[in-house]
């Protein structure tokens, strides 16, 4: 496909992603599950969690659009494709339930979205197996974030913690993919310093 071709879908992509409610095929997780009473500091946090958690899903949705703008390899384009569609279905998720908490989504979603596209472009440039590394740690690190998420929602928030816990296992299994595709193991300090990037990025989105 000619690279202008390329950049018009990305672009494409971006909007949507942006600009229109996602879409999701499989049912939003809980929700044969009834709301239950939250107080208004429990509805407040829980709002600012599914934020946070939203943001990393647009993160996610440019993170493989970049990657697959520079993949080498056309299946591995193939497969970050397809990881961002089943991210697509999270975005829906903490979507419809940050408007059900009555809260709102990060005011920074585009900034969110460029810079993780330039990370994703870049990891692909340096080749498929340090991109589908790059990858699995993202996932890794998602996973792990969203533990702490379950440990800090509310008990009794059932509705809430079913789609976290859904997000948590895909997000494994994402790992699991990238790295049974090839992918190489990234070095300490790039590790750090992603999960350095990811604290920064959630600290602000709680937020803004």
């Not at 939003?28 to 969690?49: F, H, I, Q, R, Y």
């Not at 996610?60 to 384009?77: D, H, K, M, V, W």
């Not at 993780?116 to 472009?121: K, L, N, Q, T």
């Not at 750090?192 to 602000?204: C, D, F, H």
Request: proline fraction near 4%; hydrophobic fraction near 40%; glycine fraction near 8%.
């Amino acid at each position: 496909m000619p690279n202008i071709d390329k950049f018009i879908i990305g672009f494409d992509n971006a909007l949507r992603t942006l600009l229109t409610p996602a879409q999701t095929l499989r049912p939003v997780p809980g929700t044969e599950l009834s709301e239950v009473d939250l107080t208004d500091s429990e509805k407040n946090e829980t709002a600012a969690l599914m934020r946070v958690n939203h943001v990393g899903e647009i993160c996610a949705q440019a993170l493989y659009q970049g990657q697959a703008l520079t993949a080498r390899s056309r299946e591995i384009q193939q497969t970050l494709i397809h990881a961002a569609r089943e991210e697509t279905e999270h975005l829906a998720w903490t979507e419809r339930r940050i408007a059900e908490l009555g809260g709102r989504k990060s005011l920074l979603n585009p900034m969110w979205y460029g810079c993780s596209f330039a990370i994703g472009a870049f990891a692909g440039m340096l080749g498929d197996k340090w991109n589908l590394g790059f990858l699995a740690e993202t996932e890794r690190q998602v996973e792990a974030h969203l533990a702490g998420h379950l440990q800090q929602l509310p008990e009794h928030d059932e509705k809430s913690r079913a789609i976290v816990a859904q997000m948590q296992v895909d997000e494994a299994g994402h790992a699991a993919m990238a790295m049974s595709h090839g992918g190489a193991e990234l070095p300490t300090p790039v590790k750090l310093a992603m999960g350095l990037g990811s604290k920064v990025m959630t600290r602000t989105a709680y937020w803004v």
